[in-house]
Each structure stands twice: as structure tokens, then as C-alpha cells.
């Protein structure tokens, strides 16, 4: 089973300002890690796939890169929305895996 | 407008079972891939299980094989989990969700529905 490990658990930033999310894999994935964005009391939401393709409707102050086993999430200018809790996930191999989150809280 | 509207959770003892069950609408239900995927209270999420389109592959976590099964029922456009010898460990809120493509990602999800394993 791959592990995913995200950093850190806890980001705190204010409104306008950049955040900055790291998933790291036990072991390659290639470029097959989504991200998603989860706020209290609801389901997560699919925000990239692929490592850096934005899924349907989400903003572009939203962005991924990486590949292999080392990924970043990156929120340009944070908007109150967006505080919230934030995992990778791998598809890259069965069965597929989540990070523990980051929670980007306000500042 | 996807809908997908879980149903089945509640209060059951250890040992016990439960089905859950998913009414999809707003997109095509027979084509897609899905999949449950459960998050423990105040937890990450967790991958649960899967299913092709028709049914012939099905795919689970170590910790639910041998105890659960996921089904479909695509002239009702329905997904179901029966889930039988829970555990403690096995309380979630258990979502149901549409893979965007071949079981690797999930673009839509359903509210919830939570499932208490307790005496």
C-alpha cells in the first residue's frame, strides 16, 4: 500500500495571501494524485487530477505540480472560501490512498 | 444537476450488517465507475470500494474484504455496499461517489450517511 504524507498538518494564512501544500508518496505514483478540498460538514470536492488538471468549475488560483513521489498544491491568493481541509490522493496503484489532510486555517 | 443521495446508515451492533444504498441522477449512471469511500469521525478519508460499469470488476480495501460487497443496479440507477460482520472501526459516514474515469478519481459525491457500529 502506498502512504501518503502531507505538510503540514496544520497552515495558517492570511485572506490574500499564498499557501502552499506538500504530498509526499511511500513511493512513486507518477502523475496519478488528485487533490481535494473538504470544509466542515460536507463532501469532499474535486479540485485537481492528474497533479496540475483543474477539474470542472474550479478557480484558477487553484494549481498542482509534481510527479513521481513529491507533489504541491498551490492556492495563489486565498479567498475566505478556501479555508478548509485539503488532501492527495493516489491512483496510481490498489488500493488507492489518501493523505491525513492539511487544514489552511485563517491567520 | 448529479445528484447522489446515500441512504441505509444508522446504529448497528458489532457482528451486525447493514446495506447502503445510492440513487444517482443527473448523468449517465450505466457508463460510470463508483465507488464508496468512508471517513471515520473527525478522520481522513478512506477508500472503501469500487465497481466497473457492468459489474464484472470489483474492487475493495484490505480491511473490507471477505465482509463487503459492492453492487450495482444500473436499470435503477442504484449502487449499493452490504456491509456484514461490522467492527467498531467500521464507523464512518460512508459517501458514495462518481470516478471520473476508470476508478481512479471521484468528481461527484453524495452527502453521506453514517453508519454506528456499537453495543
Do not use: H
Not at chain 2, 25 to 32: E, H, Q, V, W
Not at chain 2, 109 to 119: A, I, K
Amino acid at each position: 500500500e502506498i502512504v501518503m504524507t502531507q505538510s503540514p498538518a496544520t497552515l495558517s494564512v492570511s485572506p490574500g495571501e499564498r499557501a502552499t501544500l506538500s504530498c509526499r508518496a511511500s513511493q512513486s505514483v507518477n502523475s496519478n494524485l488528485a487533490w481535494y478540498q473538504q470544509k466542515p460538514g460536507q463532501a469532499p470536492r474535486l479540485l485537481i487530477y492528474d497533479a496540475s488538471t483543474r477539474a470542472a468549475g474550479v478557480p484558477g488560483r487553484f494549481s498542482g505540480s509534481g510527479s513521481g513521489a513529491e507533489f504541491t498544491f498551490t492556492i495563489s491568493s486565498l479567498q475566505s472560501e478556501d479555508f478548509a481541509v485539503y488532501y492527495c490522493q493516489q491512483y496510481d496503484s490498489w488500493p488507492r490512498t489518501f493523505g491525513q489532510g492539511t487544514k489552511v486555517e485563517i491567520k | 444537476e448529479v445528484q447522489l443521495v446515500e441512504s441505509g446508515g444508522g446504529l448497528v451492533q458489532p457482528g451486525g450488517s447493514l446495506r447502503l444504498s445510492c440513487a444517482a441522477s443527473g448523468f449517465t449512471f450505466s457508463p460510470s465507475w463508483m465507488s464508496w469511500v468512508r471517513q471515520a469521525p473527525g478522520k481522513g478519508l478512506e477508500w472503501v470500494a469500487n465497481i466497473r460499469p457492468d459489474g464484472s470488476d470489483k474492487y475493495y480495501v484490505d480491511s473490507a474484504k471477505g465482509r463487503f460487497t459492492i453492487s450495482r443496479d444500473n436499470a435503477k440507477n442504484s449502487l449499493f455496499l452490504q456491509m456484514n460482520s461490522l467492527r467498531a472501526e467500521d464507523t464512518a459516514v460512508y459517501y458514495c461517489a462518481r470516478d471520473l474515469y476508470s476508478g481512479r478519481v471521484w468528481d461527484y459525491w453524495g452527502q453521506g450517511t453514517l453508519v454506528t457500529v456499537s453495543s
